[in-house]
Structure formats: C-alpha cells, structure tokens
C-alpha cells in the first residue's frame, strides 16, 4: 500500500503540448492605381464672323464677310452668310451662296446687290453651319493681293477695279472656283470687296484678277478661293 503511493507520487506532472508559432504574415503587395488621362477638350464647332463690310459704286453694292472655322477636326458644311444691308429708307436682306470651311480655315464671303442696294450705309452679317463633318477638306490658299483702280477712278460714288493674285490648292481641273477679293483701309475695316466665279486650271496653282468695289482707295487687298458645290 505504501508502495503504491510513493509511486504515483513520483510520476511528475504532464507535460503540456508544445504550441504551434504563427507563420509572419507576408506584406500586402502594392496595388498599381491607374492615373486617369485628361479627357481631350471638347471640339469647338463654331463658324465665327472676323469682320465684315461692303464695297459700292455706283448702283452695285458687295456685302462682304470674313469667316473662320474655330473646329481642329471638323469641317463647317453648307455655311449661309446672310447680310442685312441698311439703307436710309430701311433695311434689304440678301444670303450668299453656301459654302464649306476646312478646320482652321478663313474665308472671305460675298454677295452682288444691286439696286435693292443702292445707297447702303452699312451692314451686318450672320453665319449659320448646315452641318459638321468630321476630318478635313481641300483648301484654296490665297493671300495678299494688288489693287488697281479702274477707269474712271473714282466713279460717282466709290471705286471700281481690279484685285489680282495668285492662289493654290489641290483643286481637280476644270472645277468650278469661286475667288472672292476683300480690301480694307489703313485701320483694318472693310471697305470693298468683289466676286469671280472661274474654272481652275490643269496646275496646284492659278492667277485671278477679280472685279472689285471700294467705297474708298483701300490700303490692302486680299485673295481668296473655294470650290463651287
């Protein structure tokens, strides 16, 4: 009896299990965060009046107004010039023949009155876009030209005479061109102008001398063209 206590009392305690150390936990990877692009700037479809005026002599009046297209990548389709030309007994509308504007292109528009016109003090212009095309178009480029006055010089009321330049422009052979003349004084402010219709030549180049109407000797003439739709 005595043998079995001392026994059981030298048996020690149990030993406990060993416990398990948690693996470290490796470091969340970097997520890559994409950095949004600036979205491109809305394009700017808008036809805008740089100016405008008339030339007169005689019983003829040229309304006169020099467009450009603001887009970068479109072009201004079936573009309407209306005039409102002011007389000292009212007013006379007319509307020039349509035309396009290539992206960033400038064009001189006009218009013949006659004596629905006579007697003009003034006038005012408004474009209107029939549609937007996207891309380009081929362009007449124009640009400084000579004034040479008629005869007689002056006439009863303003100048006639003659703008002549040279223009160029991938235009097929035989297409129908209109070249339009704008002049100014020394200030910069319309003061005549006039209109040609012409068959472009078999060449990347063609000269034109256009019929022109000034309401006084301008100091600047300027060529420009495009194709008749």
């Not at 406990?16 to 950095?35: E, K």
């Not at 209306?82 to 001189?108: D, I, M, R, Y």
């Not at 297409?175 to 012409?198: E, F, H, K, Q, R």
Request: glycine share 12%; charged share 5%.
């Amino acid at each position: 009896m005595a043998l079995l206590l001392t026994v059981a009392g030298c048996g020690g305690s149990t030993p406990r299990p060993a416990t398990a150390t948690p693996s470290p936990t490796p470091p969340a990877s970097a997520t890559a965060t994409a950095t949004a692009s600036p979205s491109p700037a809305p394009e700017n479809q808008q036809v805008t009046i740089v100016s405008f005026g008339f030339g007169a002599y005689d019983l003829q009046v040229y309304p006169i107004a020099v467009l450009h297209n603001l887009a970068s990548a479109h072009t201004a389709s079936q573009v309407i010039v209306s005039f409102t030309v002011k007389l000292s007994s009212g007013t006379h509308q007319l509307s020039a023949e349509p035309v396009s504007l290539a992206p960033g292109e400038t064009l001189g528009v006009t218009a013949l009155c006659t004596d629905s016109c006579d007697g003009a003090t003034g006038v005012q212009a408004a474009a209107t876009v029939g549609s937007w095309v996207a891309g380009g178009r081929s362009v007449i480029t124009g640009g400084a030209a000579s004034w040479s006055c008629g005869s007689p010089c002056p006439g009863s009321r303003g100048y006639q005479g003659d703008v002549t330049g040279s223009l160029s422009g991938k235009v097929p052979a035989g297409m129908l061109v209109g070249y339009t003349s704008v002049c100014v004084n020394s200030g910069g402010a319309i003061v005549g102008g006039g209109l040609l219709p012409a068959v472009w030549p078999d060449a990347s180049s063609a000269s034109a001398s256009v019929p022109t109407l000034v309401t006084t000797q301008p100091a600047s003439c300027q060529l420009y063209g495009t194709e008749v739709s």
